[in-house]
């Protein structure tokens, strides 16, 4: 399918096809194994002479067509798919350094990063440093001889704080860094740091790639060397890879991305304006809020703000557990980009492994709640969480 076609319609023809018996959707390998017609064919298969797969943890069909698409939605020249988002975040890390290296990262990471940054420092001397990457001066004063890439995250989970790619990258081409991105909270529909000349993007596909939380799985997207060269190392050898039916699952997820991504947004644009409004609302995190320090950053690398929103209530911790409480039609869970409206307290839920004081730094309050707004009617989402405040 040509990349010139809209990323509505590539969501869903996008990469090759294989339905050998014209099957419309893609017929799902579920195999751990191929078998070879002769002992010299398995020679040149395994000699890399003959294209063909071998063992699934090498190569699957489903997968493959699941890494071609992303590849494409994402506009980067190959894909690569993991058991989960962390397995993808550790193959990428993994293969960029080795002891001695350096990871210049954005401040506030998830925090499964985080603790593998801390794990690769005690025990392989992979050290690291953190910038809020707003100011030029100061991402440079943390660059060392060492350092091998730049990893971000934006928006920043959970107050919604943004990055500016384009500054970021130009500054890590001089240096020759290559740049990495998470780009789960916003989905390629929302933003393409490849396009913006990021060099590789991670996903946790688990989040609005599926979207229907029913699947755990992790993507990467870069140059066709880099890819390779993980798929041939870290991914190969460390093993985690993703399951033929996950992947079948997220080729169904990524036919509707646009569509879901559009309907996150717009439920979430009509949430944050009445929370702003609400008496017991302190503050709102959002993108999209012409008030908020990432209105202007949002409005140059994203396609809409995306769905999620925090807030801060009028109020203390006890105060905010009981809104939790209180939501009926709304579920109390991490995890976010599903069809649910999910609603989470990062002090004691997501952040809770963050000593306070690192928490209260970045902005991550007793009194702060944070929603992944689902694509459920916004009127009856608003009435629940509406109940929930009122008390
Ligand atoms: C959920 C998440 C991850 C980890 O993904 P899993 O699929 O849970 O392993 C990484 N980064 C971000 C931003 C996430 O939200």
């Known amino acids: 399918m040509s990349e010139?076609?809209?990323?509505?319609?590539?969501?869903?023809?996008?990469?090759?096809?294989?339905?050998?018996?014209?099957?419309?959707?893609?017929p799902l390998y579920q195999t751990s194994t191929f078998t070879f017609e002769s002992a010299e064919q398995g020679e040149a298969r395994f000699a890399g002479i003959e294209?063909?797969?071998?063992?699934?943890?090498?190569?699957?069909?489903t997968v493959k067509l699941l890494e071609e698409r992303i590849a494409i939605l994402e506009g980067g020249e190959a894909g690569l798919s993991f058991g989960s988002g962390m397995a993808?975040?550790?193959?990428?890390?993994?293969?960029?350094?080795k002891s001695g290296d350096h990871i210049l990262c954005s401040q506030g990471l998830y925090g499964c990063t985080f603790g593998l940054l801390q794990m690769m420092e005690e025990k392989y001397n992979i050290n690291h440093d953190f910038s809020d990457m707003d100011d030029e001066e100061e991402i440079l004063s943390k660059i060392t001889p060492h350092t091998k890439l730049i990893y971000i995250e934006t928006p920043i989970n959970p107050t919604m704080k943004l990055i500016d790619l384009q500054k970021v990258v130009t500054i890590a081409k001089r240096h020759h860094i290559p740049v990495v991105v998470d780009n789960t909270f916003c989905s390629p529909y929302l933003q393409q740091?490849?396009?913006?000349?990021?060099?590789i993007v991670v996903?946790?596909?688990?989040?609005?790639?599926?979207?229907?939380?029913?699947?755990i799985a992790g993507l990467v997207i870069g140059k066709k060397d880099f890819i390779q060269h993980v798929?041939?190392?870290?991914?190969?050898?460390?093993?985690?890879?993703?399951?033929?039916?996950?992947?079948?699952?997220?080729?169904?997820?990524?036919?509707?991305?646009?569509?879901?991504?559009?309907?996150?947004?717009?439920?979430?644009?009509?949430?944050?304006?009445?929370?702003?409004?609400?008496?017991?609302?302190?503050?709102?995190?959002?993108?999209?809020?012409?008030e908020s320090p990432a209105y202007e950053i949002m409005k140059k690398?994203?396609?809409?703000?995306?769905?999620?929103?925090?807030?801060?209530?009028?109020?203390?911790?006890?105060?905010?557990?009981?809104?939790?409480?209180?939501?009926?039609?709304?579920?109390?869970a991490v995890s976010l980009g599903d069809t649910e409206t999910l609603i989470q307290h990062p002090a004691t839920m997501t952040h809770a492994v963050v000593p306070e004081e690192a928490r209260l730094k970045m902005g991550i309050t007793d009194h702060l709640i944070r929603l992944s707004v689902g694509l459920e009617a916004w009127e009856d989402i608003w009435e629940d969480l509406k109940q929930a405040l009122n008390g």
């Open 88 to 97: 993808a975040v550790s193959a990428v890390l993994l293969a960029l350094t």
């Open 231 to 290: 798929a041939m190392t870290t991914k190969k050898d460390i093993g985690g890879i993703m399951s033929p039916f996950d992947a079948w699952l997220l080729l169904r997820g990524l036919k509707t991305l646009p569509v879901r991504m559009d309907r996150h947004c717009d439920n979430t644009e009509k949430i944050a304006s009445l929370l702003k409004e609400h008496k017991n609302v302190e503050r709102i995190f959002y993108p999209g809020d012409p």
């Open 301 to 332: 690398q994203m396609r809409r703000p995306g769905g999620l929103i925090s807030f801060t209530i009028k109020g203390t911790k006890k105060d905010a557990q009981n809104i939790l409480n209180r939501v009926k039609l709304i579920k109390i």
């Open 4 to 26: 010139s076609k809209s990323f509505d319609t590539l969501a869903i023809h996008g990469g090759g096809a294989v339905s050998p018996n014209g099957s419309l959707a893609p």
């Open 51 to 61: 294209e063909g797969y071998i063992y699934s943890r090498l190569g699957n069909p």
């Open 193 to 199: 740091p490849i396009k913006l000349g990021c060099d």
């Open 203 to 215: 996903h946790s596909a688990t989040k609005y790639i599926g979207g229907h939380g029913d699947v």
